[in-house]
């Protein structure tokens, strides 16, 4: 696991800011960091703070969409805009909530069954999933590669990102 390291020594990146109910006095109603703070982990790892849009995140390691304004959404053929960033889930999170989500370095990504290493992955029907069958209507990752190949079952797998973007759609 990734901690943070620097000014952001101590931060946990699985953590999840869940705001409280209207009326509820125990607890503060706003996130401990700005939309769009970068932080270093460990390992050569860097995390953005995002809002949680639509959907949220299954779990961790699933793919996410994140625009200009630091809302995250699960990364799906029907969803996205060429040029937004693409990071990873590091934990479940619902809709409204805030968390970090992982954009450079090691990591592990959902993948469709049998995705294969080194090669152009792009998104699925499956919220959250890459696969390495690029075709008519889905939308390219540049910056992503598996670094081992996912087996024959969707799952998590080895994976390199380097500050990942939605590049291109496939007609």
């Known amino acids: 696991m990734a901690f943070g390291t620097l000014y952001g020594s101590g931060v946990d990146f699985t953590q999840v800011f869940v705001p409280p109910t209207p009326g509820d006095r125990n607890y503060g109603d706003q996130p401990a960091f700005a939309l769009g703070t970068i932080m270093f982990g460990s390992s050569g790892t860097a995390f953005v703070y995002v809002l949680y849009g639509a959907g949220g995140a299954t779990a961790a390691n699933y793919g996410l969409f994140i625009d200009e304004a630091y809302t995250a959404v699960m990364a799906a053929n029907a969803v996205g805009a060429l040029g937004d960033r693409f990071g990873v889930a ?51 990752i540049v910056g992503v590669v598996l670094t081992t190949a996912n087996g024959g079952a969707a799952g998590s797998a080895p994976a390199l990102l380097n500050w990942p973007v939605y590049g291109s759609t496939n007609a």
């Open 90 to 140: 590091q934990n479940a999170a619902a809709q409204g909530n805030y968390g970090w989500a992982q954009i450079f370095g090691p990591t592990s990504l959902r993948v469709s069954a049998s995705a294969a290493a080194n090669v152009q992955l792009a998104t699925t029907t499956t919220a959250g999933e890459l696969d390495d069958a690029v075709g008519t209507g889905t939308k390219n």
